[in-house]
C-alpha cells in the first residue's frame, strides 16, 4: 500500500469517527434541551395548580365573608342598598 494511500485511508478514519462523534454528541444535546423542556413545562403546571387553588380559596373566603359581613356603599350614602336616595324633590 503507498503512503498516499494510507494517509487517505486513515485521513478518511478520522473524519468519520469524527463525524461519528458529533452526531452523539447532538443527539445527548438534544435530548438535554428536550429534557429541560419538559421540566419547565412540569414546573409551570405546578405553579399554575398552586395559583388556581390560592385563587379558589380566596375565592371561598370571600363568599364566606361576604355572608358573615354587610357590605355597604362607601360613597356616603345612607340609602338601603338597591334603592335610590331620596333627594327631597
Same mark, same amino acid.
Do not use: C
Given at each position: 500500500?503507498?503512503?498516499?494511500?494510507?494517509?487517505?485511508? *486513515? %485521513?478518511?478514519?478520522? @473524519?468519520?469517527?469524527?463525524?461519528?462523534?458529533?452526531?452523539?454528541?447532538? #443527539? +445527548?444535546?438534544?435530548? *438535554? %434541551?428536550?429534557?429541560? @423542556?419538559?421540566?419547565?413545562?412540569?414546573?409551570?403546571?405546578?405553579?399554575? #395548580? +398552586?395559583?388556581?387553588?390560592?385563587?379558589?380559596?380566596?375565592?371561598?373566603?370571600?363568599?364566606?365573608?361576604?355572608?358573615?359581613?354587610?357590605?355597604?356603599?362607601?360613597?356616603?350614602?345612607?340609602?338601603?342598598?338597591?334603592?335610590?336616595?331620596?333627594?327631597?324633590?
Amino acid at each position: 500500500m503507498s503512503r498516499a494511500a494510507k494517509l487517505t485511508l *486513515a %485521513a478518511t478514519g478520522l @473524519g468519520t469517527a469524527g463525524i461519528v462523534y458529533f452526531v452523539h454528541w447532538a #443527539q +445527548e444535546a438534544d435530548r *438535554a %434541551a428536550m429534557h429541560r @423542556g419538559v421540566e419547565r413545562d412540569m414546573e409551570k403546571q405546578r405553579i399554575r #395548580q +398552586e395559583r388556581q387553588a390560592e385563587f379558589e380559596l380566596q375565592k371561598r373566603l370571600q363568599e364566606e365573608y361576604l355572608q358573615l359581613q354587610t357590605v355597604s356603599s362607601s360613597t356616603g350614602d345612607k340609602s338601603p342598598a338597591g334603592q335610590a336616595p331620596n333627594t327631597g324633590t
